[in-house]
């Protein structure tokens, strides 16, 4: 959710119109900013940590000159928000801004060191520059040299990069991480949303998924991932409202799930230390010693209680530590009993103003406990109240029904799980190395997934048509297929339930007939033999089974289930994050076909502030 401006302007100062770009993206959050400018074929730039006022401060002091700039809003992932880990990042010729994480970046500094590149940073964009100006140094020219760049990185990013002395070129790409293109009168503009080029011009092109533009004042060129070009429709935008912000999505719950690569990796990138491949709790790091938890109570409402519930087996499994988790709607009325010593309660709350969960957070306090939270507005009364913030950087969710506030906790949670676990001496270092990486692969593994956007969209047809639905999970799953339910009842309106499958044959196996789709979350680990036999019992009463499963639990599934969706092969550890993406698009598809109110369904409210 870090903000990208460029500017290809034929008039005015790119530094002072890149500032008032980087202003309305404020909203996304950020702890440093910079802005680069070119001119007469030499690149400048100022940088400053902390506000935009700061920079502002900066540019009054040391002005910048130049009609072709870049801007950056950086929210600190890999390095900590300092002023020399800022954007935009310089390598030799190249001036580079970023969004999202580069996987592979060590892989590609060591081997940018070994050919003598010197790096001033600690931070994945840098290796992004260096390696596009090696490029041009063995030859290519910039439009080559990018491209030719993008097909090493892994990851999800957003790119906008200048080139000195070439006055009339911008290049921007996409994967994973929204970027548009403004389309001017003899001048061209590059944007992580509409709104940042909104105050220049209302023409825009949305980039899609794998997309690399090349810009000049007078024309544009896009070309996909496969390095083909090809023509993306114009868009005429408002200067502002609710037009500009959902982009060229029919809604915002759509434009949410589409930007989970970009929230994931920003969430992400506030726990972990991509150069030590470790996990660092942000805030106090006394503020609760987790060698010494003996019981943990998870506490949360709603689609935040499903992602306690998932960290319920984490926390179970990596870290050895006793879990119960609860509604917070219940728990602040069955007095619980709590221990008198040793007890972490840890709250999940999106808007961190739960009016249950608040009423739980200060009975614990009352009882003694060290208490923590999972909040996306760090200002609110929970987040103040506890004794450890957990932040999501999801940045704002205008969809009621949450989706990447849900991955973002997620994230939050398995970050929290690698680091009691390693506290509690139960992860070593090479446990925690592998499950650093894989969370670290959370938002490519999530925009790879994208790919099933459109056979999701063809299923919701006939599931439209249904009257019930039946999720089923078994272990970390089976909270997947509760979200999964809960998420279908919210946009849609169809009655659905969610069960854990070893429970198929005590009660729930009734309700089985060809009449009711069963939808079965069920990677291949090392539960998939029994989610296999509970599918088959499924089919033997003619039920309408939808697997969602990767390809090894395709193939063993075989013809059994009557519809499937493959997914990434991933580590099992980060499995539920990524599988909430198609009961996600599921979901949201099924409701577009039944033409419910998506962003707003009835009857709820996007914060319960109130019992």
């Known amino acids: 959710m870090c903000g990208i401006i460029g500017i ?85 010729p190249v001036a580079l801004v970023h969004n999202g994480i580069i996987e592979n970046f060590r892989r590609l500094r060591d081997e940018l060191q070994d050919k003598g590149h010197t790096f001033e940073t600690e931070t994945d964009t840098e290796t992004v520059a260096h390696l596009i100006s090696a490029n041009i140094s063995s030859g290519l020219a910039p439009e080559a040299a990018v491209k030719a760049a993008l097909t090493r990185l892994e990851g999800a990013f957003a790119l906008g990069i200048l080139v000195e002395g070439h006055e009339d070129l911008l290049i921007g790409a996409r994967k994973g991480s929204p ?23 209302n023409r825009v092109v949305y980039l899609e998924e794998g997309d690399c533009c090349v810009l000049s004042r007078t024309s544009y060129a896009v070309y996909d991932a496969e390095g083909h070009e090809v023509s993306r429709p114009e868009t005429i935008v408002q200067s502002a409202g609710a037009t500009v912000e959902k982009g060229n999505y029919r809604h915002f719950m759509q434009k949410e799930i589409f930007e989970q690569p970009e929230s994931t990796a920003r969430t992400i990138g506030a726990y972990v230390n991509a150069f030590e491949q470790t996990v660092e709790l942000p805030g106090d790091e ?29 926390f179970e499994q990596f870290a050895h530590l006793p879990v119960k988790t609860d509604i917070a709607s219940e728990f602040r009325y069955r007095q619980p009993a709590l221990p008198k010593s040793g007890g972490l309660a840890l709250f999940v709350s999106q808007s961190g103003e739960t009016a249950d969960t608040l009423a739980a957070l200060r009975y614990c306090k009352e009882a003694g406990l060290k208490t923590a939270a999972v909040v996306n507005v760090p200002t609110s009364t929970i987040a103040r109240e506890v004794d450890l913030v957990l932040p999501t950087l999801a940045g704002p969710e205008i969809g009621v029904a949450s989706t990447k506030a849900f991955t973002a906790q997620l994230c939050a949670l398995a970050a929290a799980v690698i680091a009691a676990g390693k506290a509690r001496g139960v992860i070593e270092r090479d446990q925690e190395v592998k499950m650093v990486n894989a969370l670290s692969g959370v938002p490519r593994l999530i925009s790879d997934g994208f790919s099933l956007d459109e056979p999701i969209a063809a299923l919701a047809y006939d599931l439209s048509k249904a009257r019930d639905v039946i999720y089923l999970g078994r272990g970390v799953h089976y909270p997947i297929a509760l979200e999964g339910a809960l998420k279908l009842k919210e946009i849609s309106y169809i009655h659905a339930e969610g069960y854990a499958s070893g429970e198929l044959k005590h009660g729930p196996i009734a309700l089985i007939d060809e009449a009711t789709p069963v939808v079965f979350v069920a990677p291949c680990d090392a539960l998939f033999d029994k989610s296999l036999s509970n599918l088959q019992e499924v089919a033997a009463r003619r039920g309408n089974v939808l697997l969602i499963s990767d390809a090894k639990g395709l193939e063993e599934a075989g013809d059994t289930p009557a519809h499937i969706i493959e997914m990434p092969e991933c580590d099992p550890f980060i499995a539920p994050i990524l599988y909430a993406l198609p009961v996600q698009l599921l979901a949201y598809h099924i409701a577009v076909e039944k033409g419910t109110d998506v962003d707003q369904p009835r009857n709820l409210a996007k914060s319960v502030t109130v019992e």
């Open 286 to 314: 006394n503020a609760i010693d987790w060698s010494e938890i003996t019981h943990l109570h998870m506490v949360a409402c709603g689609t935040a209680y499903y992602a306690t519930c998932v960290a319920e087996y984490w």
């Open 8 to 92: 290809l302007g034929k008039e005015g100062s790119a530094a002072e119109r890149a500032m008032e770009a980087l202003k309305r993206l404020e909203y996304r959050g950020y702890d440093s900013a910079g802005i680069a400018t070119l001119n007469d074929g030499k690149l400048d730039r100022r940088r400053a940590a902390g506000k935009l006022s700061n920079l502002q401060s900066l540019l009054r002091e040391e002005p910048i000159s130049g009609k072709i700039g870049i801007g950056h809003t950086r929210w600190a992932t890999h390095g900590a928000a300092t002023t020399g880990n800022a954007h935009p990042h310089f390598a030799g």
């Open 179 to 201: 970027l548009v293109i403004g389309v001017g009168e003899e001048e061209m503009f590059l944007g992580s949303d509409a709104l940042a080029v909104a105050p220049f011009t």
